[in-house]
């Protein structure tokens, strides 16, 4: 055994050695070729190896890589705030650094906190979240994230901010069926609202659509605008958390342009650097900053690393090259082909209980019985298996699960970089058949 190293996932697993990549292809130190099927942790957005990217690099490190940013501001990062500021929806005009998607969420917890203290108002001190959701792996992050499975050995430390159900409709958390539901569990927030106590509450944070918690669970016409019209009635701030879905990823800028709904803050990470730097960001609305403008003048969170002129030259060159190549476009259109690929998938295979997703985001679910829709077993999870079948044959594929204690769920995220091609759509899907298959064949014997 090793007397040093790496803490890796899994202890004592052998992972692969990579060795480069191009596009939407990795490389191992053996010489074996796979598709980036989930761009890592759904990140590397603009695939691998690009060349502007590491020019913009080389450039940025000779000229300045760091300064803090209590001393200086940079060109770089100013740049990258305005920039996001024309892209975002609604005033989301102001935009503090950090480094992780985790750090993005803690800063938009104090920042609708703060939002409230600086107007006197000193009760509001809770964020409400939902099951089936991810936010982040720091303690005030994960007391945001409706995640059974990686709350477990920390609820001792942990809020209890999870309080409504997600918009789970394949699994309707409520035994529901849309839309006679009425949208049921978007009623449920009204109700969690009126047993915490409005006064209570800062903000609601979502993910749009349901991540690694879940597998790409996609709402309901009509859940967004009554979660929306619900909290504006509360005077409850409204945070979407866009760390995964944002920067192209659902085949429109922000995914919650899907709803046209305006959040009060915005969170970006993942696709933000495309994987090229650590980088991420809270993004706040002009009503937010004109209240801690008139007050205490600064908002009470930040890194050593915030705002680095090196990271933010990154990120400016990623939105470039994405808007250069149209990727936004593309992720639209080849999400189509991809999940039309998947459902011909699921007629082959009835363990693919549901597909599900948008643009580039798409999750898969297995279930031992499409009709009942239960899972294999809560502990035995059929889509590891699968995940691990298609790493064998050279396809990265990302797991989906968490949820509520009692169901997390068994799904699989298939999320390609936004560049990939038609042609790499179906050498993706050739491979996700062909360990569909070996994964039946697996079960079955
Ligand atoms: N929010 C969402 C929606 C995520 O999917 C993740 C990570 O998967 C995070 C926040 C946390 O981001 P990070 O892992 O960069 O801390």
Redesign the pocket.
């Known amino acids: 055994m090793e007397k040093s190293g790496i803490i890796k996932p899994v202890l004592d697993a052998n992972y692969p050695m990579i060795s480069h990549g191009k596009g939407i292809y990795l490389y191992d130190t053996d010489g074996k070729r796979y598709i980036d099927g989930s761009s890592g942790?759904?990140t590397a957005n603009i695939g691998h190896g690009v060349e502007e990217i590491a020019g913009v690099m080389e450039k940025q490190a000779k000229q300045i890589a760091f300064v803090y940013r209590s001393h200086f501001t940079s060109a770089p990062a100013e740049r990258l705030a305005n920039k996001l500021a024309a892209l975002a929806p609604g005033d989301l005009n102001w935009t503090f650094f950090v480094n992780?998607?985790?750090?993005?969420?803690e800063t938009a917890l104090k920042v609708a906190i703060q939002y409230f203290q600086e107007q006197g108002i000193r009760t509001k001190t809770k964020i409400i979240s939902r099951w089936t959701s991810?936010?982040?792996?720091?303690l005030g992050?994960l007391s945001m994230s409706g995640h059974a499975l990686r709350r477990e050995r920390f609820t001792a430390l942990l809020e209890d901010f999870p309080a409504v159900p997600a918009p789970y409709c394949y699994h309707c958390p409520l035994n529901k069926t849309y839309p006679g539901c009425g949208l049921a569990c978007g009623h449920e927030l009204e109700q969690a609202i009126g047993d915490i106590g409005s006064e209570n509450i800062a903000a609601f944070i979502f993910?749009p659509i349901v991540?690694?918690a879940g597998g790409a669970v996609t709402p309901p016409p009509g859940y967004y605008e009554k979660i929306k019209e619900i909290c504006d009635r509360h005077n409850i701030l409204t945070i979407a958390?866009?760390?995964?879905?944002g920067m192209g990823r659902t085949g429109k800028m922000f995914a919650v342009e899907h709803w046209g709904i305006e959040p009060d803050i915005m969170?970006l990470?993942?696709g933000m650097s495309a994987g090229y730097t650590p980088m991420?960001a809270t993004m706040v609305s002009d009503r937010i900053i004109d209240v801690i403008r008139k007050g205490s003048k600064i908002v009470m969170s930040g890194h050593t690393f915030s705002a680095n002129p090196l990271s933010a030259a990154v990120c400016g060159e990623v939105i470039d090259y994405m808007e250069k190549h149209e990727l936004v476009r593309n992720a639209e259109d080849q999400g189509k082909k991809l999940i039309a690929g998947l459902k011909d998938l699921q007629k082959k295979y009835p363990i693919i209980g549901e597909v599900r997703g948008k643009g580039l985001l798409c999750g898969l679910e297995m279930v031992s019985d499409a009709a009942t829709r239960v899972p294999f077993s809560v502990t035995h999870r059929v889509g590891e298996m699968f995940i691990s079948f298609c790493f064998k044959n050279g396809l990265v594929i990302y797991p989906a699960f968490g949820g509520v204690t009692g169901f997390e769920g068994d799904s699989v995220l298939i999320s390609p970089p936004l560049t990939i091609t038609s042609f790499q759509i179906y050498e993706m899907l050739r491979i996700l058949d062909e360990s569909m298959e070996e994964l039946m064949n697996g079960l079955i014997s």
């Open positions: 942790a759904v992780s998607g985790s750090e993005a969420t991810y936010h982040g792996i720091t992050a993910e991540g690694a958390d866009e760390v995964m879905t969170t990470g993942k991420a």
